[in-house]
């Protein structure tokens, strides 16, 4: 990896893009640009969650205009999009022909996001097809489009859906990766239909980012940290962190939709949307993640350590609440270290214990010191950990943790320590940067 600038997506993309790219320490606004974004809805169940996807676009200063197949129209009213779009609706390309709105409609987008999309409507999008508004107006668009596929376990594993996905995604269509749950009636699999806000997210980010979806992970098998641990001092009371896990999850989704297979471990997150199709393992502490990442990392391909991990824990934990007043000495607090995970990783690999080709990556969040910018410090962290990979960040003063924006750098060793390779990873959504970082563990794969 070059020492350099890391491309923004605008230069990616070659189109303007939401929110500051300037320094790391810029305070961006994902978002701030109003977009005109076509929503499209297929005629299956989940059609009424695509109401709460129009309220989270138009929620965000967004121009929505409603697109329904005749079938979506039996589960939810045209009035009802209308309402909540502020725009007609209407299925057929016979309407306003002298504005030639079929036409228009998917010219003028900036984003396209279909969902439920439905079998059927994939394998008329993949053949071409035009013979309603929505598919006439994708046949149009320029603009990035997005399917949220959703359907039985059967029709999404049928050779027939998966062909007519296959021939969407070569196209440049991104197609999400169905959420696992409850079905209609008691069923229950792949195929659901993932939180409408998840979907916004996402499809912001596949407009933010050009190719942040290609399907370049598939086969690989990944192992993501995400969230905080928490060390207990007594049956209530803990140490902790503000970590809300969203780094994490947002690799977890980028590396699913990106055809890897996660084993994503959570210490405690936000509430946040499952990212589709992840294996999620819950732990506690240090000590648990710990135990569990030694567990799962034999059988993957990459490691990156996302998480916010307690350096320290308390000696004891109190086996009752502790009282102001009562018997123990509060004034002073016995801590131990914690396990240095990433650090083990890399020794276990060392050792031959961890395959030699285990790619492992590694979060460093530095506020700096009087002598030190949070950049030095990460310097002195790779060299430490012996890692791959180290995305830093810098924190504090309200910036990164709990906010769904990040920036900073990535580095890679040198030669010698001193010549680390260092990339800027301009300001963007969660997602994005997440882009950058998997961008930047694909580089580091062996050809094959």
């Known amino acids: ?42 005629g299956g169940i989940a059609a009424y969650k695509a109401c709460a996807l129009v309220r989270a676009f138009t929620g965000a200063g967004h121009e929505v205009h409603v697109i329904p ?13 209308e309402a909540l779009s502020g725009n007609p609706v209407t299925t057929t390309v016979f309407d306003d ?8 409609l998917g010219q003028e987008a900036d984003l396209v996001v279909i969902a439920p999309a439905t079998a059927d409507l994939i394998a008329r999008l993949a053949q071409g097809r035009a013979d309603d508004l929505l598919t006439a107006s994708c046949l149009v668009a320029t603009c990035p489009v997005v399917l949220a596929p959703a359907m039985h376990t059967e029709m999404w594993a049928h050779p027939a859906t998966r062909e007519n996905v296959a021939t969407l995604r070569r196209r440049g269509t991104v197609v999400l990766e169905p959420a696992h749950g409850r079905l209609t009636g008691p069923d229950s699999g792949p195929g659901r239909l993932p939180d409408p806000g998840h979907i916004a997210t996402l499809a912001t980010a596949a407009r933010d980012r050009y190719g942040i979806f290609r399907r370049s992970l598939v086969g690989r098998r990944l192992l993501i940290t995400a969230g905080g ?12 962190n503000d970590s809300s896990g969203r780094q994490g999850f947002a690799l977890a989704d980028i590396a ?10 959570a210490g405690f997150t936000d509430d946040l949307p499952v990212p589709s199709g992840a294996h999620v393992t819950r732990v506690r502490t240090a000590r648990d993640l710990h135990a569990t990442v030694n567990d799962l990392a034999p059988g993957v391909d990459a490691v990156v350590m996302a998480a916010a991990v307690a350096d320290f824990r308390p000696v004891t934990e109190a086996d009752s609440k502790l009282k102001k007043g009562g018997a123990e000495d509060l004034s002073v607090l016995e801590l131990a270290e914690n396990p240095d995970i990433l650090r083990g990783l890399v020794e276990s690999r060392r050792t031959g214990d961890l395959p030699e080709d285990l790619l492992i990556a590694g979060f460093a969040a530095e506020t700096g010191d009087a002598g030190h910018t949070p950049l030095d410090l990460a310097r002195v962290k790779l060299a430490k950990k012996g890692c791959d990979l180290l995305m830093c960040n810098a924190v504090g003063g309200g910036r990164v943790f709990g906010r769904d924006d990040s920036s900073g750098w990535l580095l890679t060793p040198g030669d010698h320590p001193g010549e680390e390779d260092v990339v800027e990873v301009p300001a963007g959504s969660k997602h994005v940067v997440a882009a950058h970082v998997l961008d930047a563990l694909e580089e580091l794969f062996a050809p094959g």
Not at 2 to 30: K, L, R
Not at 97 to 104: A, E, G, P, T
């Open 229 to 240: 641990t928490r060390e207990p001092l007594d049956p209530v009371r803990f140490l902790g």
């Open 1 to 42: 990896m070059a020492s350099t600038t890391a491309p923004t997506a605008a230069s990616t993309a070659g189109s303007t893009v939401n929110g500051s790219h300037g320094s790391p320490d810029a305070s961006p606004n994902p978002g701030s640009e109003t977009l005109r974004i076509l929503v499209g809805v297929g």
């Open 97 to 104: 022909v002298d504005q030639v709105r079929h036409v228009r």
């Open 256 to 265: 699913v939709q990106r055809g890897a297979r996660v084993e994503l471990v």
């Open 69 to 81: 197949t005749e079938s979506a129209l039996r589960f939810v009213g045209a009035a009802t999009f």
